[in-house]
């Protein structure tokens, strides 16, 4: 049994060194990655719940890497926070986005998934509200979308505040993502002026099968509502799930029902009702 453990110990540590190895090394490729054009966006439309019209995209980063293929976001977005990338790969994120978004009807929004490391980087919020400006995409356009722990605490707190603020006093507006996976959910409800909620897809992927989740995500759309908050449903795959989340009164749905994560849907990109109803 001893030597089982120590077995068991060796292994652990050489995936911990395995995996610190892919760390240093997708730090050093990722340094690379926006010369070498190895990096793109993708935009997944957002839905309109009652009407299913297309009322604005949210744009998520890809990297293809030359050798190791396509990296998800979760892996390679926590190496760039550490090395200090994030804020020069954030604002090339935006300056894309910008670019596209410009092409698109002036009534569809953007939505931009931001990092905690991003928002306590002083002069942030107005080096992403000129670069709109700069591509003559209206502030007012603009959706920031962070999770929790990118709320923080203390003088992080505080700077993370203060972008809000920023932000808002532009007209943009400012998500709560992945809502109900986070550690103090409410407090932080209270402290921040969120705009809006996006229900995490882990509760939507089991609506149906546990009773828990559909208990959460009925009461999350009822807590949006009695604050005056709008509330957007992520992950929505099936027309059942769908039903259940227009029944609640959800305000908006995104999902591979409406769409999967797709190239730059274009010039012209209007709201339109979807084949579904
Ligand atoms: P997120 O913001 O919670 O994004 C939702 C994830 O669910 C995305 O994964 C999206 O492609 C996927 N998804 C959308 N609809 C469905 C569906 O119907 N079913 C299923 N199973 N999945 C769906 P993705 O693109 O791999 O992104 C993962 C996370 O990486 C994002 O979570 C976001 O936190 C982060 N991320 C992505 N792009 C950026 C970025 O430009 N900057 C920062 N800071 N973070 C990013
Ligand atoms: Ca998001
Ligand atoms: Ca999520
Ligand atoms: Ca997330």
């Known amino acids: 049994a001893k030597a089982d453990g120590r077995n068991r110990a060796r292994l652990f540590d050489a995936a911990l060194r395995e995996r610190e190895r892919l760390r240093v090394r997708l730090a050093r490729d990722l340094e690379l990655a926006i010369a070498w054009r190895q990096l793109h966006?993708?935009?997944?439309?957002?839905?309109?719940?009652?009407?299913?019209g297309i009322i604005?995209?949210?744009?998520?980063?890809?990297?293809?890497?030359?050798?190791?293929?396509?990296?998800a976001p979760d892996l390679f977005i926590p190496v760039a926070e550490r090395s200090g990338l994030i804020e020069e790969i954030g604002l090339w994120v935006?300056?894309?986005?910008?670019?596209?978004?410009?092409?698109?009807?002036?009534?569809?929004?953007?939505?931009?998934?931001?990092?905690?490391?991003q928002f306590r980087a002083p002069g942030f919020a107005e080096a992403v509200l000129?670069?709109?400006?700069?591509?003559?995409?209206?502030?007012?356009?603009?959706?920031f979308e962070v999770t929790e722990n990118a709320m923080l605490v203390g003088v992080q707190r505080h700077e993370v505040l203060e972008a809000f603020r920023v932000l808002q006093a532009a007209g943009a507006r400012i998500?709560?993502?992945?809502?109900?996976?986070?550690?103090?959910t409410l407090s932080n409800l209270k402290d921040f002026n969120f705009d809006k909620l996006k229900i995490d897809r882990s509760f939507i992927a089991e609506l149906h099968d546990h009773e828990s989740s559909a208990l959460i995500v009925k009461t999350t759309i009822a807590l949006g509502k009695s604050l005056g908050i709008k509330v957007v449903a992520e992950g929505v795959e099936t027309p059942a799930q769908l039903a259940e989340l227009k029944l609640w009164g959800c305000d908006q749905i995104q999902g591979y029902l409406i769409g999967r994560p797709a190239a730059n849907p274009g010039r012209g990109a209007a709201p339109r009702a979807s084949g579904l109803s």
């Open 41 to 52: 966006l993708v935009f997944q439309p957002i839905a309109n719940a009652a009407t299913l």
């Open 56 to 71: 604005g995209y949210e744009a998520f980063l890809r990297w293809e890497h030359p050798d190791l293929g396509d990296i």
């Open 94 to 117: 935006a300056d894309q986005a910008f670019a596209a978004a410009a092409e698109w009807d002036e009534c569809l929004s953007l939505s931009l998934n931001l990092s905690s490391v």
């Open 130 to 143: 000129s670069r709109a400006r700069l591509h003559g995409v209206a502030t007012s356009r603009l959706e």
């Open 175 to 184: 998500v709560m993502d992945d809502f109900g996976t986070g550690h103090s």
